[in-house]
């Protein structure tokens, strides 16, 4: 499970998308994410910016305060669950998933977007003192 914050900029996504290169034999440069809400089935697409990229690790970033796909910004203005797709392809514009630009689909997992909300109010006690000092 993935974590991210809704409604905030500059995230860092940590995924194993590397290892997508040894099931294609076509060379891919970008990445796009699909990502559905499991309550609403909303469907949002972005294609993340790549940070950092070896082995083991791809680090994305990506934004959920404004809604930019091409730019790595997507629009979650509430918490929840959501599943992803990630797919390799040869586009930096592109937001088909199902475009000749998709080399393939490398991964799906759960991000969990938290809310910066919240919902209680922490109430201000004044607790008087019941000990007494006799000097």
């Not at 475009?99 to 919240?118: H, T, W």
Request: glycine letters at 4%; proline letters at 4%.
């Amino acid at each position: 499970m993935n974590y991210l914050q809704s409604n905030t900029a500059s995230q860092t996504l940590f995924l194993s998308l590397k290892e997508g290169s040894l099931l294609f034999s076509t060379t891919y440069t970008n990445y796009l994410l699909v990502l559905q809400n499991e309550l609403t089935c909303e469907l949002l697409y972005v294609i993340p910016n790549i940070i950092n990229e070896n082995d083991r690790i791809t680090t994305l970033g990506i934004s959920t305060n404004a809604d930019d796909p091409v730019n790595a910004s997507i629009l979650i203005t509430h918490g929840g669950r959501w599943n992803y797709i990630v797919y390799a392809q040869n586009s930096n514009s592109n937001l088909n998933p199902n475009s000749i630009d998709v080399v393939g689909e490398i991964e799906r997992g759960f991000i969990e977007f938290s809310s910066l909300i919240n919902y209680y109010d922490q109430p201000s006690l004044t607790i008087p003192s019941d000990i007494e000092y006799n000097a």
